[in-house]
């Protein structure tokens, strides 16, 4: 028996905004690719980027470590230790890289290495995010960082072995997966670092 479905295409039938704060969450009335029509709900803060900057003389990476409501509210987690990342604000994502460096580590980064481009949580957000690998020197600290206090960031600045992480990693104990992809980046473009 041939139970192929036939394809039509899919297209959003009405929107509705549920709520416009920092995000904006809509209701979208959606025509499926299998014909179905069904409701979605669907956040949208625009476009981000996130920068793993690392020393390769020290063999170090930059991480921040701040409270995030989410996973409190889902888990209990008290702060996450991630990469820098942030909405972009300016045109260009390499732009935004450094001013979240600068802004959250007082890190002024230079050369940028892009990774990937992509869609963190494609069933929900409409968030696309630009990663970035970032070499930076000791002297690149130019003051001490903490994020934008009225974002309400309260934010810890941390200076990890490459070593170490990847043995967090193998354990699976880093749980932002943003860094996460951008540490194995790193080991598999520069695997001499992590020894």
């Not at 409190?72 to 230790?81: M, T």
């Not at 481009?117 to 020197?137: H, I, K, N, V």
């Not at 974002?151 to 104990?173: F, K, M, S």
Request: overall charge negative; hydrophobic content about 40%.
């Amino acid at each position: 028996m041939n139970d192929e479905r036939q394809r039509v295409e899919p297209a959003v039938l009405d929107s509705k905004v549920v709520h416009d704060g920092w995000s904006t969450f809509s209701i979208a009335r959606m025509r499926l690719p299998n014909g179905a029509v069904v409701n979605r709900e669907i956040e949208d803060h625009g476009r981000a980027v996130c920068v793993l900057p690392y020393d390769p003389e020290r063999r170090v990476a930059i991480l921040v470590r701040q409270f995030r409501p989410a996973p409190f509210v889902a888990g209990g987690v008290l702060s996450l230790e991630e990469a820098p990342a942030g909405l972009l604000d300016e045109d260009d994502p390499q732009d935004c890289a450094r001013r979240e460096a600068m802004e959250e580590c007082g890190l002024r980064l230079g050369e940028l290495e892009h990774v990937v481009s992509g869609w963190p949580m494609p069933g929900l957000s409409t968030e696309y995010m630009d990663f970035f690998l970032a070499p930076y020197r000791a002297k690149d600290r130019v003051s001490a960082g903490g994020g934008v206090l009225d974002e309400h960031e309260d934010i810890t600045v941390l200076e990890a072995p490459l070593a170490e992480l990847a043995a967090r990693v193998a354990r699976g104990e880093v749980t932002d997966v943003k860094t996460l992809v951008l540490i194995l980046s790193l080991q598999a473009r520069r695997p001499e670092l992590f020894r």
